[in-house]
């Protein structure tokens, strides 16, 4: 698992990510994958550093592969999908991924579920328990009285 930069010929650096798409890179992983990318990049004997996102899909790290004309309505998706859910929800979510990422499963587990819990007692849970897995309209109104 990580991110390994390997040289099977003079000037051909492979960067290999070793994460599964199952569990995803960390992040981690996205920053040692920059890193490793930058150095072979800065490397005077390579001349490009390439990856095509057909191979980034099949890894994982590229969500969809579109044509050009579709690509930026493309990349709005997942902000839109998440631009429509429960604004507070959102935020704790971020706050969990932010804060689980660098430590210990065991400790970033109980670190998650601590924000399980604050949205228990504030309603939140409840008013969006029903929906979850459903495309819900988000509601500015609803959202101010949180």
């Keep these: 698992m990580g991110v390994s930069t390997s040289?099977?010929?003079e000037g051909v650096p492979?960067?290999?990510?070793?994460?599964s798409p199952v569990n995803a890179s960390p992040v981690q992983g996205w920053y040692d994958f920059a890193a490793a990318?930058?150095?072979a990049g800065a490397d005077t004997r390579v001349r490009c550093?390439?990856?095509?996102a057909e191979e980034l899909h099949?890894?994982?790290?590229?969500?969809?592969?579109v044509?050009?004309?579709r690509l930026l309505d493309t990349a709005l998706?997942?902000?839109?999908?998440?631009?429509a859910k429960d604004g507070q929800l959102i935020r704790l979510a971020e706050a969990a991924i932010n804060g689980i990422d660098p430590v210990d499963v065991r400790r970033s587990y109980g670190f998650e579920q601590d924000f399980t819990f604050e949205a228990k007692?504030?309603?939140v849970t409840d008013r969006v328990h029903g929906t979850f897995g459903e495309d819900v309209a988000f509601d500015a109104d609803k959202e101010q009285q949180s």
């Design 7 to 9: 040289a099977p010929d």
């Design 121 to 123: 007692p504030s309603g």
């Design 77 to 83: 998706d997942p902000a839109r999908e998440i631009s």
């Design 37 to 39: 990318v930058r150095a």
């Design 49 to 52: 550093v390439t990856g095509t």
């Design 58 to 65: 099949r890894h994982g790290s590229v969500r969809r592969v």
């Design 67 to 69: 044509p050009r004309e």
């Design 14 to 19: 492979v960067v290999t990510v070793g994460f």
